[in-house]
Nanobody, 124 residues
Framework: QDHLGESGGGSVQAGGSLRVSCATS????????MGWFRQAPGKGREGLAA???????DYKDSVKGRFTISQDDAKNYLYLEMKNLQPEDTAMYYC??????????????????RGQGTQVTVSA
């Protein structure tokens, strides 16, 4: 897990935007799927978005149109751009990777490797 490091979380008001980033060296190993999941206090992990080595992305229905997953050309960084954030988006956000599970948003919650997380707090 220490080869994934999230940053960019913070506090915003409802309707605001944030971009969280994940520094990773996991792309050195392929095939590989990268993704983001979140976990709110007292709740289970919720898979949000996944992207494969060819750049194909998959999203949880509830974040489609608001969240965008991307990677830099060198594949050293994974990003999650979040718009129109709402209080229910408040959670710890984790990047994750896996070489064996299906590359879908739902599966990211069970990926084999994850970082330490970055907190996103949205106030009403």
């Amino acid at each position: 897990q220490d080869h994934l490091g999230e940053s960019g979380g913070g506090s915003v008001q409802a309707g605001g935007s944030l971009r969280v980033s994940c520094a990773t060296s996991d792309y050195k190993f392929s095939p590989l799927c990268m993704g983001w999941f979140r976990q709110a206090p007292g709740k289970g992990r919720e898979g949000l978005a996944a992207i494969d080595g060819d750049g194909h992305a998959d999203y949880k229905d509830s974040v489609k149109g608001r969240f965008t997953i991307s990677q830099d050309d060198a594949k050293n960084y994974l990003y999650l751009e979040m718009k129109n954030l709402q209080p229910e988006d408040t959670a710890m956000y984790y990047c994750a990777s896996d070489a064996f599970l299906e590359c879908t948003a739902q599966e990211t919650a069970d990926f084999g490797y994850r970082g330490q997380g970055t907190q996103v707090t949205v106030s009403a």
